[in-house]
């Protein structure tokens, strides 16, 4: 049996680990465009401010894969033939398989802006963006970074590592919109403005202007503010990728469409990780993007690969970040949810409106003179609390999500706060004794 991953990222490789568990005698094949070996992507800010090196961000020694016995394939793939169950290579090569997984991960949106081909222009989500940046760094003075969620702010930090100046362009009215409430989003833009970030909101990019030797000299706004800059980041979010798979005759919408088994429409070839697309009941298609999310599908495609009869199950959402030295922790669904919780869990059915709000309430909690929040989203009439945003503090994600299976009160929820505080010593957590209902 011949098994073909196509992306070694952390879906691919996850679901890699699974099949060598379950089958000793399997070929398993992994091939990657970037690097030969896996690496955490999460680590190239720190490869960038020099805390690590790119051999650090590999969380496996070499040889774990020689005595594991994957064939690591550094090649892109350029076609599949879902009939002669093949995939051509772009250095001429053809492997055939017998399950095929595409984890092929997503690609940066890009708007079409004038000047967006231009040298200093900068993702920051493969490795090929990190020595784009990198490429840039000796004649760097000034920098605009653009989107207001983690990779903008993780790019904001690396400008601010480098003592260069950046301005930080949000076109929402506050960081994280979709994430964060206004208030959190307050907290953020003042831990910005102290360390020395010029934050500009609900603005955006209307050209990025040449320096007269095709690389950024500046970038023009839509309110007509002109940014003098060597390097424009841009973070405005990425879109699954679809291009191998719709040239292959397979089903894509937003990502590359999949049932409850990862499943695509072309026999035996799966699909997980960013570039997957699920199928929810009731026809709802889950576009998951986060590294969590890539291991729990990476396990559920390796099990259909092996004839396993599964289901994915998104489960409890969880995310945790640090920006700024501010700690971030989200569990469960706050009212402005990617997707409902199930009727199982609720004891009715939750439906977006067409504010994409689920109804829900939420309450908020600051410690005084600090930065510290939490907030709460819970049912209107039971008080069944349903989700956590927790900033300023850790938190014990084990204990919160316990508590959501557990369908405990917000007022409950409140008195017993101390009991998820994530013990940490010389760390100062201000809701250590619970909040008043």
């Not at 991960?105 to 000047?115: H, K, L, Q, S, V």
């Not at 959402?317 to 919780?341: C, E, H, I, K």
């Not at 956590?388 to 999500?401: E, K, N, Q």
Request: aromatic share 8%; net charge neutral.
């Amino acid at each position: 049996m011949r098994h073909v991953i196509v992306g070694n990222g952390i879906a691919g490789v996850t679901a890699a680990h699974l099949l060598r568990q379950r089958d000793g005698d399997a070929e398993i094949v992994i091939i990657g465009d970037e690097t030969t070996y896996h690496f955490a992507r999460t680590a190239l800010m720190w490869i960038y401010m020099r805390q690590l090196t790119r051999r650090d961000s590999e969380p496996y020694e070499r040889r774990h894969w020689r005595q594991g016995r994957y064939r690591l394939v550094h090649d892109r793939v350029i076609a599949i033939d879902t009939g002669a169950r093949r995939v051509a290579l772009e250095r001429g090569e053809a492997l055939s398989y017998d399950r095929l997984l595409l984890a092929v991960g997503a690609r940066p949106n890009m708007f079409g802006w004038p000047g967006q081909e231009l040298d200093g222009v900068c993702n920051m989500t493969r490795m090929a963006d990190l020595e784009r940046l990198e490429a840039v760094r000796p004649r760097l003075s000034r920098a605009v970074v653009v989107g207001g969620g983690l990779i903008g702010i993780e790019l904001v930090e690396m400008m601010l590592h480098e003592r260069v100046p950046v301005t930080y362009l949000v076109r929402e009215p506050w960081y994280w919109d979709l994430v964060l409430s206004r208030e959190e989003g307050e907290i953020v833009h003042r831990r910005l403005r102290e360390h020395g970030v010029t934050l500009r909101l609900e603005d955006e990019i209307a050209s990025i202007v040449d320096d007269g030797q095709g690389r950024v000299g500046s970038l023009t706004t839509r309110k007509g503010e002109r940014l003098p800059c060597e390097l424009v980041g841009v973070a405005v979010g990425v879109r699954p990728e679809t291009e191998l798979a719709k040239a292959a005759g397979i089903e894509c919408e937003r990502g590359i469409l999949v049932d409850g088994a990862l499943r695509t429409s072309a026999p035996d070839v799966f699909a997980a990780g960013d570039c997957a697309e699920v199928r929810l009941e009731g026809g709802a298609g889950l576009v998951e993007q986060l590294w969590y999310t890539g291991i729990r599908q990476g396990r559920v495609a390796a099990r259909a690969m092996l004839g396993d009869r599964v289901t994915y199950d998104p489960g409890i959402p969880l995310s945790s970040a640090q920006f700024l030295f501010l700690d971030y922790t989200n569990v469960g669904w706050m009212d402005l949810a990617r997707f409902a919780p199930p009727e199982r869990l609720t004891g009715q059915r939750l439906v977006p409106g067409e504010d994409r709000r689920l109804g829900l309430e939420e309450t908020f909690r600051q410690a005084d003179g600090a930065p510290d929040s939490v907030r709460i989203a819970h049912l209107p009439r039971t008080g069944q609390v349903l989700g956590f945003s927790m900033l300023g503090s850790r938190w014990d994600s084990r204990v919160l999500t316990r508590w959501i299976e557990e369908r405990r009160q917000i007022r409950w929820v409140l008195r017993h706060l101390d009991r998820a505080v994530f013990n940490e010593e010389f760390r100062v957590n201000r809701f250590r004794g619970g909040i008043d209902a």
